[in-house]
């Protein structure tokens, strides 16, 4: 059984930094995509940020780019998501997902087997 936990969120003020992490268990991390994802109070599900299994491709939303970095340790069976000069309007549930059907980074949710929990952020102004 697949497991994956987040841990890291919390509450900052605009302009601060958070680093998220997640932690996968029960399958070869090593082997698998790993995407983020956020929803917002009232909003759909959006993409955030992907790192390929070996960690030499990434993609990014349009939103988070340039404040976003996603990486991974595979001998940890780990990845993080490095939030900085955050914004009120990135407050929203963030969850970690892993793929092990499709090799390539994608911003697409069904592309993922398994999620997490999720871990809560607010921005505040």
């Known amino acids: 059984q697949v497991q994956l936990v987040e841990s890291g969120g919390g509450l900052v003020q605009a302009g601060g930094s958070l680093r998220l992490s997640c932690a996968a268990s029960?399958?070869?991390?090593?082997?698998?995509?790993m995407g983020w994802f956020r929803q917002a109070p009232g909003k759909e599900r959006e993409f955030v940020a992907a790192?390929?299994?070996?960690?030499?491709?990434?993609a990014y939303a349009d939103s988070v780019k340039g404040r976003f970095t996603v990486s991974r340790d595979n001998a940890k069976n780990t990845v993080y998501l490095q939030m900085n000069n955050l914004k009120p309007e990135d407050t929203a549930v963030y969850y970690c997902?892993?793929?092990?059907?499709?090799?390539?980074?994608?911003?697409?949710?069904?592309?993922?087997?398994?999620w997490g929990q999720g871990t809560n952020v607010t921005v505040s102004s």
């Open positions: 997902a892993a793929g092990w059907t499709y090799g390539s980074v994608s911003g697409a949710a069904g592309r993922y087997d398994y």
């Open positions: 029960g399958r070869t991390f090593s082997r698998a995509v």
């Open positions: 790192i390929s299994s070996s960690g030499g491709s990434t």
